[in-house]
Every structure is written in C-alpha cells, then in structure tokens.
C-alpha cells in the first residue's frame, strides 16, 4: 500500500478573552473558555508520512533536524485513534514576518493534527480535529477554525474543543503585531499558567470573571461594537498578567518596551482618537486590535515612536486547509 503523504496549513491565532490555566494537565482541558481571532499573516504548513519503514518518528522543523520527542507523543494518540503502529516522517514550516518570535504551537499543533490524522487515515470532522489539536496545545484548538472562534471548556475530552463563532469576517478589523525582541528566557505558558493555578490568590476570581467577558465579547461581536469588543480584549489581558504578577514565585512577561507599547496604545487612543487597544500574551510582544481603516496611520505614529520595532498589521485568517 502507498503511504499517504498529507500538508495542511493553519494559522496562527490570538486570544481576546484568554485561556490561562488546566483543569486537566493531561487532556488539556482549561479551567476557562477562551475566545479568540485567527491571524492572516502567520501559519504553519505541515507535512506528515506514516511509513512502516522507518523505526522512529523525525521530525524537521524550518529545515532542520529536532528532537521528536513532543511530537511522538501527540502522534501516539493520532496512532490509537487510528489503529496503526508505523512512524512518521513530519515536516513543518513557519511563516512569520521575521525571526522575532511569534511562532506559535496554536498553528503548530492545529497543522499537526490535520496532516497527521488525515496521513493515518482518519477523516475527522472539524470538531474532532479542534479536540485531537487541544491535546497537542490547548490553543491550538481554536486555530482549526478562521475569524473569531470560542473554545468551549468543557468537562473531559470530549465536551472540550472550539466552535466559530464568525468564520468569513465582513468587518474590517485586524492586528499590528509589535516585535519586542526578547534574549530573557521566558516562561513557558505551561509553566506559567500552572503556576497561576496552584498559587495566584486571586485565581478563583478569574475563573468568575469570564462568563461576563465572553457573554459581552460576543455581543460586541454581533453588534460590530469596535469600542466595547478591544475594551473587553484590553481588560481582560491586564487581569491574565494581574495573575501572574500575584502568584509565587511571582513572574512577568513584560519587558520596558512592552510596556511603553502599550502606555502609547493608550495615549494615541485618548489624545489622537484612533480606535486601538492592546493584548499580552506569554511573552513580550504586543498585539494592538485596530480597524482597517486606521492601520496606516497608525503604524507610522508607531514607527515614529518606536524606530527600533518592527511593526506589522495582519486580517483575519482562515481556518485549517489541505494543500494537496
Ligand atoms: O492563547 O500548555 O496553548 O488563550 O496564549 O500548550 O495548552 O500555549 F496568553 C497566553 C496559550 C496561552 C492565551 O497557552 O498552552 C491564549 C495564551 P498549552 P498554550
């Protein structure tokens, strides 16, 4: 029989209402529902072969030999799933607009699972496939859908996975990405988050707070409320870092830089009335909401403030699809 050799590209995708702690290490099931937008401008094309000839998995990441160790681990279960035992061959490419960071395992884990199932001979429905992706990063269940996305908590593995929430966006709306270049050894989100869980006393008042960020994100959604959606997004990141802050040992993503990013965020929005918040995830770069309309202008107030940034704007994207 010939092996099936199988690419799928997915994008990478940012949280507005953030996923920060497991109720489940082992599945991968959060503590929270997350929703998040899916980017245009980074992905990841993955290619999977399942060949009984070889007698280990490799795996190739941007043209060079890595340590398969993560990902045998996430192939074990798409072998289960599948009832075969071969190895595999995956190589995986990312596109990202430079080397500063934001390769993602949302659109690493979302591109495994869509090769790596259909290469074993699984056809899995979206859903399937947004619940064989949380296994892998719990992000990356959302990235098997475009445009806005909800990940439902859920209970165990099979009451947790993403549904759309508005795949083909007609509003025009997007993110500049600020690449706030890091040497600092960053947490992992999995270390972070986890020490959140166990230590942060402010924990449980996070958990209670998402309901009403997620109920009034989507509103905001429905009604193409710009204003209230990116004072929802701004928030709700600030209350994620709160955490982090509050936890011991006690830990920050921020760099000067990071934080100057956002204080002129803050300043343009009041003081030159562009529509414009900011989010923070597990690392130092800023990610500013804006509308279509406004990039330009504001990437060149950002560009004049901050010469040394590299600045750039992305749509939306689309969900999962197979190049070949
Ligand atoms: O994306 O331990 O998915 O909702 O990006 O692999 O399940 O890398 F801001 C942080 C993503 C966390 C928020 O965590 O963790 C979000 C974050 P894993 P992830």
Redesign the pocket.
Known sequence: MTNLRVTARAHTNI?LV???GKADTDL?IPQNG?L?LTLDHFYTDTTVEFDSKLTTDQFILDGESKSPVKITNFLNIVRQKAGINSFAKVDSVNHVPSTAGLAS??SAYAALAAAASKASGLNLSHKELSKLARRG????SRSIYGGFVEWIKGYNDDTSYAVPIEEDLDWKIGMIVAMVNSDKKKIS??TG?QTVVNTSPFYSAWVESIDDDLRNIKVAIKNRDFKTMGEIAESNAMR?HALNLSSSPHFNYFEPLSIEIMDTVEDIRTNEQIECYYTV??GPNIKILCQQKDADDLLSKLRVRFPQIQFSFTKPGPGIKYLN
């Open positions: 949280a953030k996923y920060w991968i997350s998040s395992s949302a990063s719990g992000s990356a989100s999995r988050m994620m995830d597990a």
